[in-house]
Structures are given as C-alpha cells and as structure tokens.
C-alpha cells in the first residue's frame, strides 16, 4: 500500500534492480537536465514479497526554478510485467527458430514486400559470403547482378501478385562459382490475409543438372549410333527352335 513507502525518492531507489539501477538513474538525470522530453525507462522493481515486477516509468518535469532548475517532477508506474514475459517467451522462440534454420544445409530467406531482405540462414550467409549484420535491408540490386537481381524481382511480383508458390531452376553466382539451384518462394500471410512477407527456400542442384545433361550426351550418342547402324530384328520359336530375321 502507499503507507507502507516512505515518501522519499531514496525508497523508490532502494526497490529498483541493482542491474538497472544505473541506466533508470543516468536517463532520469538526462531529463531534469532538460536533454530529454519525457524521462521514460523500462526497469524491474521488488515488491512487497521480494520479487521482481517490470515497470515502465514515465515522467516529466513540470516546473522548474528562474535559474531552470527541475523543482517539481510527476509520473506514473506502469507494471509491465507480463508484457515482457511474453517478450522473453518470444525470444526464446526467436532462438530456437534460429537454431533450427542455421542447421539446415538448403539457403532459407524472408523478405519483405518491398524486396528488402529480413533474414538469411546461415548456409545462405555463407554461399554468399554475405556480412551477418548487414543482410537485414539490403535487396536483390544490392547483393546481385543486375540481371539475377530483375529475375528474382520478376520472381517475387508474381507471387506477390498471384498469391501462390512459385518454384524457378536458375543459376546463382556464389562464392564457389555459378551454382545451379531450385528454389521455392512462398507468400506470407498475416491474420488480415494479406501478404506480408515472402519466403524462400533454395537447394543445390548442380549435380542433379550435370548427371541430367551428361545422361542427354549420352542419348543423343546412342541416337546418332543407331541411325548409322544395319540392324536385323529376330524371332525365335522356342518350340522348333528356329530363328526368323527380318531387316
């Protein structure tokens, strides 16, 4: 209740987290010396029973003295606690989501429906040899070729426009070379049902296109050698054992 905390800032002092203790005090200084608008900080504070409640505080200072000096200051506690539990819980599943995406051996990508890319997994970072940090708000044109950055602009406004999967063969220049790759791009709705995002996945398939083509060498070899050879057609009674041929 109100009258079991002193009316003295010393009491709210003693209730903040010793780990925020610090930042809420530098922030609310930078206030009273007018650098801020509003002094508004996010902490934790103990409670009656010793735990812990996340507060947002917010204040202003209302008044102050002919030499500008802060005299008279209100504000408000808003327990947030809650709020950043979910946050927390949302983190964690931020990570494992990460996790998961940075072991799979396919490039997974999002991007948004301006073509700005909002994250890349690891394997597509390091085919890439792209920077960690810097992926997030870059596009096509600042990471490609101009002519694989149209196509995959071409890609992305059909399914921005049909609203379906895509899936193209194309080939990618990569740090190890030109690469041969599948890839599947899918819309992101939200609950409005409306496209947010689009999302790709994209696997390797040089090896699959090179068996594909050296298999169509050799049919076209085979192909060739029939059309130049003298071949007899047989048949056999397997009764009389006599063989029949024909041209």
């Given at each position: 209740?109100?009258?079991?905390?002193?009316?003295?800032?010393?009491?709210?002092?003693?209730?903040?987290?010793?780990?925020?203790?610090?930042?809420?005090?530098?922030?609310?200084?930078?206030?009273?010396?007018?650098?801020?608008?509003?002094?508004?900080?996010?902490?934790?504070?103990?409670?009656?029973?010793?735990?812990?409640?996340?507060?947002?505080?917010?204040?202003?200072?209302?008044?102050?003295?002919?030499?500008?000096?802060?005299?008279?200051?209100?504000?408000?506690?808003?327990?947030?606690?809650?709020?950043?539990?979910?946050?927390?819980?949302l983190r964690r599943a931020d990570r494992?989501?990460?996790?998961?995406?940075?072991?799979?051996?396919?490039?997974?990508?999002?991007?948004?429906?301006?073509?700005?890319?909002?994250?890349?997994?690891?394997?597509?970072?390091?085919?890439?040899?792209?920077?960690?940090?810097?992926?997030?708000?870059?596009?096509?044109?600042?990471?490609?070729?101009?002519?694989?950055?149209?196509?995959?602009?071409?890609?992305?406004?059909?399914?921005?426009?049909?609203?379906?999967?895509?899936?193209?063969?194309?080939?990618?220049?990569?740090?190890?070379?030109?690469?041969?790759?599948?890839?599947?791009?899918?819309?992101?709705?939200?609950?409005?049902?409306?496209?947010?995002?689009?999302?790709?996945?994209?696997?390797?398939?040089?090896?699959?296109?090179?068996?594909?083509?050296?298999?169509?060498?050799?049919?076209?070899?085979?192909?060739?050698?029939?059309?130049?050879?003298?071949?007899?057609?047989?048949?056999?009674?397997?009764?009389?054992?006599?063989?029949?041929?024909?041209?």
């Amino acid at each position: 209740s109100i009258d079991e905390i002193e009316p003295h800032l010393d009491a709210w002092e003693r209730r903040v987290h010793p780990a925020d203790i610090d930042d809420v005090e530098a922030e609310l200084q930078a206030h009273i010396d007018g650098e801020s608008q509003y002094y508004d900080t996010e902490h934790r504070m103990r409670t009656a029973d010793g735990n812990w409640k996340w507060i947002r505080d917010i204040g202003k200072v209302l008044e102050r003295n002919d030499a500008g000096e802060a005299i008279r200051a209100v504000g408000i506690h808003l327990d947030i606690t809650e709020q950043k539990e979910q946050e927390e819980k949302l983190r964690r599943a931020d990570r494992r989501f990460e996790t998961v995406l940075n072991t799979m051996s396919a490039v997974v990508f999002l991007k948004n429906t301006d073509g700005e890319y909002l994250l890349m997994n690891r394997a597509g970072r390091e085919l890439f040899d792209f920077d960690d940090e810097n992926i997030v708000g870059q596009t096509d044109d600042d990471l490609f070729p101009p002519d694989v950055a149209e196509a995959a602009r071409s890609d992305d406004q059909r399914v921005l426009e049909d609203g379906e999967a895509i899936e193209i063969e194309e080939t990618v220049p990569t740090n190890a070379g030109d690469t041969a790759r599948l890839t599947r791009k899918s819309p992101v709705y939200d609950d409005d049902g409306e496209i947010t995002a689009i999302c790709g996945v994209s696997t390797d398939i040089t090896e699959q296109k090179r068996r594909e083509q050296e298999l169509q060498r050799l049919k076209e070899r085979f192909e060739l050698a029939v059309e130049g050879a003298n071949l007899g057609v047989w048949e056999w009674d397997l009764e009389s054992d006599e063989v029949a041929w024909t041209e």
